[in-house]
């Protein structure tokens, strides 16, 4: 069962803007993860954010999580037409290596 | 270091048939995990090895088996194969067995196509 709700489910931005998209899920988690999947080929992980984390950067990538809410955002800054894939969220609940998807959000960063 | 290698990347097979899906994962890593992507489903989690041992099985039928070797080398068997297996099958792997805390490495995953 998915456990984690992306939003929107499709993005279409022009090169050099930012690119936000949100993840809600149901249940407390250890963590929650994102990753990158380009046209039906593997997942890359971008980042990880724990459950006792508010906020976490990896270059022009900004996660925010909040566990009162039971979401976590996942901002792009001055995407790049490379940048187009689709985005997963994915939580740990811990003492299981299982992860939970969401359906994920296709980002078209056109040039 | 090379990463997570999934063999074969695409695959024809005829409803009923059965099919062996390979995957080595990154050297050192103990943990192989394995997802099934559908459009319908998403990405489902199928099963997790850790030192050839299952420790972890996701809501799937009995035609659905795996098996880790000494080498961490993983395999997984789905018999008897029907029409809705048709999907995208990840492999990943984590050093440690701690993927679902540290993130997973995925490969590029075999294509199934049942007909």
């Known amino acids: 069962s998915q456990q984690g709700e992306e939003d929107p489910q499709a993005l279409s931005i022009q090169e050099g803007e930012n690119a936000t998209m949100n993840c809600s899920y149901k249940?407390?988690?250890?963590?929650l993860q994102w990753y990158r999947q380009n046209s039906g080929r593997g997942l890359v992980h971008l980042i990880l954010i724990r459950s006792n984390e508010r906020e976490k950067h990896s270059g022009r990538l900004r996660v925010t999580l909040d566990t009162s809410k039971k979401s976590s955002s996942l901002l792009i800054t001055a995407s790049r037409a490379a940048d187009t894939a689709s985005y997963f969220c994915a939580t740990g609940q811990g003492g299981s290596e299982k992860l939970v998807f969401g359906k994920g959000t296709k980002l078209t960063v056109n040039p | 270091k090379a990463g997570v290698t999934q063999t074969p990347r695409y695959l024809i097979k005829t409803r009923g048939q059965q099919v062996t899906l390979s995957c080595s994962p990154i050297?050192?890593?103990?943990?192989v995990s394995w997802y099934q992507q559908t459009p319908g489903q998403g990405l489902q989690f199928l099963f997790e090895y850790f030192s050839e041992t299952q420790r972890n099985k996701g809501n799937f039928p009995g035609r659905f088996s795996g098996r880790q070797f000494s080498n961490s080398r993983s395999e997984m068997n789905v018999s008897t194969l029907e029409l809705g297996d048709s999907a995208l099958y990840l492999c990943a792997s984590s050093l440690g067995g701690q993927g679902g805390t540290y993130g997973y490495t995925f490969g590029s995953g075999t294509r199934l196509t049942v007909v």
């Open positions: 249940t407390s988690i250890n963590n």
């Open positions: 050297s050192g890593h103990r943990s």
